[in-house]
Every structure is written in C-alpha cells, then in structure tokens.
C-alpha cells in the first residue's frame, strides 16, 4: 500500500481474460467498444494492432469504419493519459500500437493480469454495432433498478435489438435476466416469462461452452420455476468460473434462501453485496437473510447504510421504515411512510411494504388500502401481503393467498415462506406446512394433497 503508482508495473496498469482493462485495481470508465479496443492493444504490445485484426475480434466482421475505431482510439488515448510514460501512436498503413517511454517499470514485461475472474459479459456486449452494444449496456443499467418503467423499457429496446439482430448473445442474456426479474418483483405471473427466458439461453447452453453470467442467470430461471435440483449444479459451475461476480453470488443466495437455507445464503449475500454495495436489490435480500438468522444488528446496519446511499429510492426507505416498525411500531413511522412516493419508478412490491408498515403501527384502514390497490394484479402481488394479513388478524385470507400462488407456481413463493416475518405463522398452520412439504419434493400443484401434519 505504501508503493507509489510510478513504480508499479505499468504503473498500475492491469488487464484480465475477460476484456477488462483496470487502473490500480479500479476498471476504467470506457465503453464496451472503447474498452475492447484499449484491451487489445494492450494485450498485443509491443506488436502493432492491424485495422483487419480489431474488426476481426471487436467488431466480429461487421462493418467497421475508420471514424469508429478512430473514436475508440481517441478515447483510449484519453484515459491513457492518466499513466505517464505510455501513448497510442498511429501508424499509417498499418495501424495502432502502444508506446512506453520512461520509468514506467521493466521494460519487457507485459501488461500484468488483474486478479479477478470475471465472465465475458463486456466482451459479449462489445462484439456487435456500437449502436446495439449502447443500448445492450444501458438495458443492463435499467435492470439493476428494479422498477416497473426501468425493467418495461428495458424489454422494449431488447426486444427491439433482437429483432435486428436475433443472434446477438448478450441481447438474449440481458433479455431473460430482464424477464426474471420481472417475474420476482410481481410484474409478471405464471412461466410464460421464466420459460422464454430459458428458451433464449438455450442454444448457448447447447453449445457447451457458456459464460458464468448465462449460466448463473439460466440456474436463476430454474429457481423461479421451482426447479432447484437442476439448478444447483449451475450455480456451483457459475461460481467457480466467476468467483467475483456479484450477480452469480446473488443468484446463489436467492437458490438458497428458497429453500430455508439460511447461514449459507448469507453466506452468499454478504459476499453480493461486498462486490456490489450499490445494489438497492442485493442489500435488500441480504439484510433479509440477516433476519431470518435472527441477526437484527448487522441487518440494521445494512439498511441504514443503503438509505444513506439511495436517500430517494422508494424501496430503500420503506424497507427501512419497515425494518424500524418491526422494532418499535409508531403513528410517526406511518406518518414518514406516506411521505414516500410509490409509483412507476418504484419497485411493484413497495405496496407490500406501505400495508406492513401500517399493519405494524396500528393504522389499519391504511394498510387495507395498499392490499386491495394490488388485489386484482395478479397472484404475486397478492401473495406479497401475506405478512401484512397475518398482523391484521386475516389468517385465512393469508393462507388462502398462499394456495392461489402454489396453484400458480409464483415463483417468490418459496423464498417468501422463509422470511422471518412469515416463518413463524407457516409452521404453526397445517396449511403452511402442507405447501412448504409440497415445494420441498418438487410436487406439482395439479397434484392433490391433504395437509400434513408435522
């Protein structure tokens, strides 16, 4: 910690097999194109990087113009700057190479490889017209928020990249991580979403030779469908490949959280949200698993610090909110809850938290409200306020709830019947051990059973 820039390695320069190209341990702020290309020469020093050899690996033989790769060089250049001793020297004829000059550290030794296993996300993304590969990154961006117009929008402009080019990898990735979710927050219903989703990723799972990244979002699709004996050895393939990639991690933890099991499944979240702390979804499903191990502190501590990294997420602060009228119900935690806006850029299952809240702190014709604003929105959201119920005195309803989302195979369903605050109440009922026995061996839910007895 103590050595200075100048004297590291390329000072502080470092690339990995995946695309990345990282200045002291930190990726550098480049487009997929731009960063593609910054790699390539990079990892071709000393030698000179022909025009045919960019469009053959980056481009993947489409059209590419001189101004394109002019512009990615140019920008390249630019962030290359920030590391004396190093330039991008243009050779005419022939085409681009990466110049060292200075002390920068040995002089034969290549570009160092950043230690981190990554998947191929970048790279995928990058091999296709600059114009698609924008609109594939920014669709990536609008699924980590969560919200009904984000992941809407998100599923327009991939379908309408498809349509253009149907074979484009990362397109179809994004796409099935974009109809998964989706179907977690409650926007979609049933498995028309999950099995689209498998479907678009089934010819790269065919092929043998998959990412981690549609490996672990193919395992996801199966936990939504139910499917957690398939799904467990694709999560263990997806980590060894991407040890370090906090959307495998999520992934894993959600599978395991699904079926009650909890230390590992924190286990997992922690180490989500450690490689990805600005992920209002990740901490939120992390400080869950906190408190179904009965760990409130560190769960605490997890919120807190989300509200103070997202002081307008609607999500972040009813979680919060939620979380303290757990603790301590007050007519003033229902006063703060009004207060937030829930709309088309809040998460669909805000709603579930609003009637908590309000269940919790006593106010209930306001928490009636938010139920049966959702009561005819499908068989997720209504399965959502399921804790809310439970605190109303509404057993039957609740459990009736939970019937109507196992007929349906919502798949939240098993995560949803281990969280602290329904846990409980599932064990205590004939009803709720019945369908936790029925997801616990795979039973379909066209197949009659009489509740069980423990």
């Given at each position: 910690?103590?050595?200075?820039?100048?004297?590291?390695?390329?000072?502080?320069?470092?690339?990995?097999?995946?695309?990345?190209?990282?200045?002291?341990?930190?990726?550098?702020?480049?487009?997929?194109?731009?960063?593609?290309?910054?790699?390539?020469?990079?990892?071709?020093?000393?030698?000179?990087?022909?025009?045919?050899?960019?469009?053959?690996?980056?481009?993947?033989?489409r059209m590419m113009s001189d101004e394109s790769l002019a512009r990615c060089v140019a920008r390249a250049r630019k962030v290359l700057g920030a590391v004396p001793g190093l330039s991008i020297?243009?050779?005419?004829?022939?085409?681009?190479?990466?110049?060292?000059?200075?002390?920068?550290?040995?002089?034969?030794?290549?570009?160092?490889?950043?230690?981190?296993?990554?998947?191929?996300?970048?790279?995928?993304?990058?091999?296709?017209?600059?114009?698609?590969?924008?609109?594939?990154?920014?669709?990536?961006?609008?699924?980590?928020?969560?919200?009904?117009?984000?992941?809407?929008?998100?599923?327009?402009?991939?379908?309408?990249?498809?349509?253009q080019d149907g074979n484009y990898l990362a397109a179809r990735l994004h796409l099935a991580i974009c109809l998964a979710a989706q179907v977690t927050s409650g926007?979609?219903?049933?498995?028309?979403?999950t099995d689209e989703g498998l479907r678009l990723l089934a010819p790269a799972m065919e092929r043998g030779t998959p990412g981690s990244g549609l490996i672990s979002a193919h395992a996801h699709l199966l936990d939504c469908s139910w499917r957690f004996a398939?799904?467990?050895?694709?999560?263990?393939?997806?980590?060894?490949?991407?040890?370090?990639?906090?959307?495998?991690?999520?992934?894993?933890?959600?599978?395991?959280?699904?079926?009650?099991?909890?230390?590992?499944?924190?286990?997992?979240?922690?180490?989500?949200?450690?490689?990805?702390p600005f992920s209002v979804a990740i901490s939120i499903m992390y400080a869950r698993a906190l408190l179904a191990l009965g760990h409130m502190d560190r769960a605490v501590d997890v919120v807190a610090d989300m509200c103070a990294r997202f002081p307008d997420s609607a999500a972040a602060n009813l979680y919060w909110i939620s979380l303290q009228a757990a603790q301590a119900p007050s007519a003033a935690l229902t006063?703060?809850?009004?207060?937030?806006?829930?709309?088309?850029?809040?998460?669909?299952?805000?709603?579930?938290?609003?009637?908590?809240?309000?269940?919790?702190?006593?106010?209930?014709?306001?928490?009636?409200?938010?139920?049966?604003?959702?009561?005819?929105?499908?068989?997720?959201l209504r399965l959502s306020h399921v804790a809310a119920l439970l605190l109303l005195g509404e057993v039957d309803d609740a459990f009736e709830r939970i019937e109507q989302a196992y007929a349906a195979r919502v798949s939240i369903l098993p995560l949803l019947l281990h969280l602290p605050e329904i846990h409980g109440a599932v064990l205590a009922d004939a009803r709720g051990r019945s369908v936790l026995k029925r997801i616990g061996r795979g039973q379909s839910p066209s197949q009659k059973s009489s509740f069980d007895q423990d």
């Open positions: 910690m103590t050595e200075s820039v100048s004297t590291q390695p390329w000072g502080g320069l470092a690339v990995d097999a995946d695309g990345n190209v990282y200045l002291n341990a930190v990726k550098l702020d480049l487009a997929p194109k731009e960063m593609a290309v910054l790699h390539r020469l990079l990892l071709r020093w000393p030698h000179v990087v022909r025009k045919d050899e960019f469009q053959q690996h980056i481009w993947a033989g020297k243009a050779l005419y004829g022939q085409g681009y190479s990466v110049e060292r000059c200075g002390d920068i550290g040995t002089v034969h030794t290549p570009v160092p490889l950043h230690q981190t296993a990554f998947h191929r996300r970048l790279m995928d993304i990058a091999q296709a017209p600059s114009r698609l590969a924008e609109t594939v990154s920014h669709c990536e961006s609008l699924i980590h928020l969560r919200t009904r117009f984000s992941l809407q929008q998100s599923e327009q402009l991939l379908r309408a990249v498809l349509q926007m979609a219903d049933g498995r028309p979403h398939e799904a467990l050895p694709l999560h263990r393939r997806a980590l060894q490949l991407a040890a370090d990639d906090a959307a495998t991690h999520y992934n894993h933890g959600w599978h395991l959280l699904a079926q009650g099991r909890r230390e590992p499944a924190v286990a997992a979240l922690q180490t989500a949200h450690a490689l990805r006063e703060r809850a009004r207060q937030v806006r829930v709309d088309c850029l809040a998460w669909p299952l805000c709603n579930s938290n609003l009637a908590y809240i309000h269940a919790r702190c006593g106010d209930h014709a306001a928490a009636w409200r938010s139920i049966r604003a959702q009561d005819d929105e499908g068989p997720t």
